[in-house]
């Protein structure tokens, strides 16, 4: 859920990042699943640059209330996993990274700054940047720009025979 939850909020400060005339900087917003890669054309659906690519790093889930107690007593069970976002900034049909870094750079900065400040939730702690925007230029015509954060994520669930069951699961929504 928290997963979840943080997939949307960050979709939803990519979306809000608007140029002077008031229309969206990235025309693609989604979860990273290796679009650009050469061996993916063709297999993908279409999407237009530039984009904003969305990939969690896997999560080291450790319980967080358990006192030693025995945990067929526990009703709530709660996990802290300490992870890594990786937002993929896609351009295309840049040939050159020294010509195109004046057009990039102030996008991939307003992306910094959208998910900087992005709060703290029930569910997730603040987002904090531990690696700026490094070109990844092997991908023929496309430059990918990658931009790290850390993040402290929360999932509570509760446990329903011997089962623990995530809260709030009935009433999923994905943000697209």
């Known amino acids: 859920m928290s997963e979840l939850k943080l997939h949307n909020?960050?979709?939803?400060?990519?979306?809000?990042?608007v140029d002077e005339n008031?229309?969206?900087?990235?025309?693609?917003?989604?979860?990273?699943?290796?679009?650009?890669?050469?061996?993916?054309?063709?297999?993908?659906?279409?999407?237009?640059y530039p984009a904003c690519f969305i990939q969690f790093a896997e999560i080291p889930w450790t319980p967080r209330n358990d006192a030693g107690g025995s945990r067929t007593n526990i009703t709530e069970e709660q996990q802290g996993g300490l992870s890594v976002i990786r937002i993929h900034i896609c351009h295309s049909h840049l040939e050159?990274?020294?010509?195109?870094?004046p057009l990039i750079h102030p996008k991939n900065l307003q992306v910094?700054?959208?998910?900087?400040?992005?709060?703290?939730?029930?569910?997730?702690?603040?987002?904090?940047r531990i690696s700026g925007a490094i070109p990844e230029t092997n991908h023929d015509r496309i430059q990918d720009w990658q931009m790290e954060f850390?993040?402290?994520m929360v999932q509570t669930g509760q446990i329903l025979n011997k089962t623990t069951i995530e809260a709030g699961t009935l009433s999923t929504t994905i943000v697209e």
């Open 9 to 17: 909020d960050i979709v939803t400060s990519l979306k809000a990042i």
């Open 22 to 48: 008031g229309d969206r900087v990235f025309h693609t917003v989604g979860l990273w699943n290796d679009q650009i890669l050469e061996a993916n054309e063709g297999k993908e659906s279409p999407f237009n």
């Open 96 to 101: 050159n990274v020294e010509d195109s870094f």
């Open 112 to 128: 910094y700054y959208a998910i900087q400040g992005m709060p703290n939730t029930a569910l997730y702690s603040r987002l904090n």
């Open 150 to 152: 850390s993040v402290t």
